[in-house]
């Protein structure tokens, strides 16, 4: 039987063995992994912690705002948030192949926190780094996570308190420690963020389409009480006919998923009720004008993955 308790205090003493009087950097994005390695590290090194939240342009809606809430202002964190989101677009400018998005986003991520970690002299670098993430990386299933995205030449060396945990296990932890539900509760979202529900080029337009179609799915999923493992919006590729009053419009198409899991290594498509994906296209296509159409997607894991990149 998991023990939270036994486990925070184990990661605590092993993370504070590791670092010493040493200063380390930790990517916080504000998802359970990352804010429960966060916290850990927090309370194991303290001030010798710096988090780092990097504004790449591809998170949801509102996530600086809470990650500057929650970790800077109420748990006191040393919190630096790095404006790169005109780097991170210029780096994927004309891409279009998934595994390629990945990887830039990947390698433009480590190389923000090289940066930031040589401005503090940092010595490591902690992740939030979780079991199905390094098993899924070595089968070659996911690129850019933790493990497989990490270049080879990279001089921070890799504190991972969460690796052998799984996600279940990380929100009992993430509650034992206190992290308000908006976190613990929290689904699972990718690393390289909203590029990877982008199909094709990866644009600002595109990027907030889908912010706002993400933001409505979820917002509609908590309304109904119903709880996915993760429910999502992606924006497919191309255009569609449709029409806007009397006028033929041609407009984006949102593909929308909720999937059921134990721990994300398959995954069942949810039956969504149909009162609730109405209500989801509706909002969907009234509130994002450039949108005509709203597809479900009722594939399992496998054949298909939980993301569509």
């Not at 990490?150 to 945990?165: F, Q, W």
């Not at 191309?238 to 198409?253: A, F, L, Q, S, W």
Request: hydrophobic fraction near 40%; aromatic fraction near 6%; include cysteine.
């Amino acid at each position: 039987m998991f023990d939270p308790k036994k486990f925070i205090e184990d990661a605590i003493k092993e993370i504070r063995e590791q670092v010493d009087n040493k200063t380390a950097i930790i990517a916080l994005s504000g998802g359970v992994d990352s804010s429960t390695a966060a916290v850990l590290a927090h309370k194991a090194i303290g001030k010798h912690l710096v988090a780092v939240y990097v504004d790449h342009g591809f998170m949801r809606k509102g996530e600086k705002e809470e990650v500057i809430s929650v970790f800077r202002n109420k748990l006191g964190m040393n919190l630096v948030v790095v404006d790169a989101r005109e780097r991170f677009f210029k780096a994927l400018k004309r891409v279009r192949e998934p595994e390629q998005k990945r990887k830039i986003i990947g390698e433009e991520f480590i190389k923000v926190f090289e940066e930031e970690a040589r401005k503090v002299g940092a010595e490591f670098l902690v992740q939030g780094t979780i079991a199905p993430d390094w098993i899924e990386s070595m089968g070659g299933i996911k690129s850019h996570h933790n493990v497989a995205g990490l270049p080879s030449g990279m001089v921070l060396k890799l504190c991972e308190p969460l690796r052998d945990l799984y996600k279940d296990e990380v929100r009992k932890v993430a509650r034992e420690l206190g992290l308000p539900p908006s976190i613990t509760e929290r689904m699972p979202f990718p690393g390289p963020g909203l590029a990877v529900r982008v199909i094709g080029e990866v644009t600002p337009e595109k990027v907030e389409i889908v912010r706002l179609a993400n933001a409505i799915v979820e917002e509609e999923i908590s309304k109904a009480g119903l709880q996915p493992w993760q429910a999502l919006a992606c924006l497919l590729e191309g255009k569609t006919v449709g029409v806007k009053g009397d006028i033929r419009d041609y407009g984006y198409t949102i593909a929308v998923r909720a999937v059921e899991s134990v721990d994300a290594m398959t995954a069942n498509a949810m039956e969504l009720p149909w009162e609730v994906l109405k209500r989801i296209q509706k909002r969907i296509t009234r509130e994002i004008p450039d949108v005509t159409r709203v597809l479900y997607d009722i594939t399992d894991k496998p054949p298909a993955t939980i993301e569509f990149e």
